[in-house]
């Protein structure tokens, strides 16, 4: 790909490479060493059907050709959009076979995400499901492609199920079962990876966003290597290791801190859950041995309750790792004992800097912190207003640099000069105190993003559609606490008219193509909005408001 020109120096490289982070093998190749090293074993479970490493292997070069004979090849991106299941994984390694780009899509989202998207990416295919938790994603792609007029871009839409009838519409099964040789699709080369360099991106993450659509992350076969495999071993990972998939198998935290990848490349089994109910889960525990998985903190209660219930034997389960959002300490003290597991509390961003509690670090580390950088080569900064480094112990901005870490958003130049220092640090725009320890306490956030139990809303992005809205003359969406997400939206209004209540606003941003989370929870018609001295939306004012009506 040509868009990596913000990258790290050829020095930060020799370092990392220098210090064994970057191991100069692609995920393609990582593929085929698993299934030398581990053929026989058990990589991937959903449902009834199994796949071995040396399965999945072969698997992934039949759909690899699959994809060629659509005409994919070496950097083009392609936007995967699937529940959890297994396709997932499979179609995420033939992409890494020949070298493409998966972008990494949430099921959530809905046509104006997925528009952005293809048009940043320059995706020339999507990756959907016929129709997952009674939506049509196919209605939703042809959505998509009418927007983007004569070109149709996206060129080709695999749907796992019934394709339909509409044309550039293939049947994923189609893919897998491609003879092995015809005219249209030449056998595939013997690379495992089309041909990719390690330092090439090897997927497209999303970034939570602060501004008014989501900025795609370029993260290369080196650094999410590292990051995967990093947490692996912070978590003891090895051929035992069962992960259950619970959260979106899209999302880094359940993809790769370790999640899928770093289960993978540990050589043990991934099981993904079709949905995150412990209901679900623990009936999957039970089956298949389940030793690890990952939840954000709304989650925990449900879980905490279910197993309270004693109906289910979890004894297999050792660690839960909650991350996301900040887990209440009260919370973080009960789920060990409820569930018989270790806690580990990560505060990862798509991003890259990932920090975790370790998993013997004492109670009071694990409950009251969120960790502490996985990397002894990530570098951080705890900064005040003018960017002055604070002492451990007072709040400030953290900021943040090293082996996997992005340099610069995806075709995104004018938002990378300031979502970075001049010496590269990424400013997360979240605010933290630093213990003695090394471990980061979250304690709030600069960025204009709510974050409502680990689903990141760009406070901008819905301001900007609730605008769209006929009797709306400003708009101010704001975060307020929250018992059961941490925090929910509260949308400020000023109308000229009648104001339009909760449900209309919500059909109206559906219409819209606005994915349902960012739905305000609640709708304030209010005469004015405050501002700031500097002339801002005093958006804490607005909370104080709430509090006092
Ligand atoms: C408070 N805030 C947190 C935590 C993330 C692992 C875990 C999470 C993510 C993730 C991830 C938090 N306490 N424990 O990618 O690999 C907020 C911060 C952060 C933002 C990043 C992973 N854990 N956060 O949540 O890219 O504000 O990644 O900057 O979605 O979530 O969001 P995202």
Redesign the pocket.
């Known amino acids: 790909m040509t868009d990596t020109q913000h990258t790290w120096s050829a020095a930060e490289s020799a370092r990392y490479r220098a210090a064994g982070h970057w191991q100069g093998v692609t995920f393609g190749a990582r593929l085929r060493q698993g299934a030398t090293e581990h053929g026989g074993r058990v990589a991937l479970v959903d449902g009834d059907r199994r796949w071995t490493y040396a399965e999945l292997d072969s698997e992934a070069d039949l759909v690899a050709q699959g994809l060629r004979g659509l005409g994919i090849g070496r950097g083009d991106r392609v936007v995967v959009q699937l529940p959890n299941c297994a396709e997932f994984v499979l179609v995420w390694f033939a992409l890494q076979r020949i070298g493409a780009v998966p972008v990494h899509a949430m099921p959530a989202h809905r046509r104006r995400e997925i528009g952005h998207l293809v048009r940043v990416s320059g995706a020339v295919a999507c990756v959907v499901p016929d129709r997952h938790a009674r939506f049509d994603y196919r209605e939703l792609m042809r959505s998509v492609r009418a927007e983007h007029g004569p070109g149709r871009s996206p060129r080709t839409v695999i749907v796992v199920g019934d394709p339909g009838q509409e044309s550039g519409f293939v049947p994923f099964d189609e893919l897998r079962s491609a003879p092995p040789s015809t005219a249209d699709a030449p056998p595939v080369p013997a690379s495992d990876d089309g041909g990719a360099d390690p330092s090439d991106v090897a997927l497209l993450l999303l970034?939570?966003g602060t501004t008014g659509l989501p900025k795609l992350i370029p993260r290369t076969h080196d650094d999410y290597a590292y990051n995967a495999r990093a947490c692996a071993e912070v978590c003891v990972l090895d051929t035992e290791t069962v992960y259950l998939a619970v959260l979106p198998i899209g999302?880094?935290?359940a993809f790769?801190?370790p999640g899928v990848l770093g289960t993978l490349m540990a050589g043990g089994t991934v099981v993904v859950a079709p949905d995150p109910s412990p209901q679900t889960a623990f009936a999957l525990i039970e089956r298949e041995g389940v030793t690890l998985t990952s939840l954000t903190p709304p989650l925990v209660t449900h879980w905490m309750d279910e197993a309270a219930s004693g109906s289910w034997d979890l004894g297999s389960l050792a660690v839960v790792q909650?991350?996301?959002?900040?887990?209440p300490e009260e919370h973080a003290r009960k789920l060990g004992p409820a569930l018989g597991v270790t806690v580990q509390?990560?505060?990862?961003?798509?991003?890259g800097l990932?920090n975790l509690t370790r998993l013997n670090d004492p109670e009071d580390l694990v409950c009251a912190t969120?960790g502490r950088p996985l990397s002894p080569d990530d570098e951080i900064l705890v900064v005040d207003a003018d960017g002055r480094p604070v002492p451990d112990g007072t709040p400030g901005e953290l900021l943040t640099r090293g082996p996997y870490t992005l340099r610069g958003y995806y075709r995104a130049e004018e938002h990378n000069r300031t979502a970075f220092t001049p010496d590269g640090h990424y400013r997360?725009?979240?605010v933290v105190r630093r213990l003695p320890t090394g471990h980061l306490v979250?304690v709030g956030?600069i960025k204009d993003?709510i974050?409502r139990g680990?689903e990141?809303i760009a406070a901008v992005e819905v301001e900007e559609q609730l605008l769209t809205h006929p009797a709306i003359t400003a708009a101010a969406l704001v975060g307020v606490e929250d018992e059961r997400w941490g925090e929910r939206t509260v949308a400020f209004v000023v109308c000229s008219g009648p104001a339009p209540g909760a449900r209309e606003v919500a059909a109206h941003l559906k219409e819209r193509g606005l994915a349902g989370y960012k739905t305000p929870d609640e709708v304030v018609e209010v005469p004015g909005l405050p501002l700031t001295a500097v002339g801002k939306v005093d958006k804490a004012a607005l909370a104080q408001q709430l509090l006092r009506s």
Not at 345 to 351: D, L, P, T, W
């Open positions: 970034s939570g999302f880094n935290f790769a801190c909650v991350g996301g959002a900040r887990l509390q990560v505060f990862g961003m798509a991003e990932i969120q997360t725009g979240d979250v956030r993003q974050n680990g990141k």
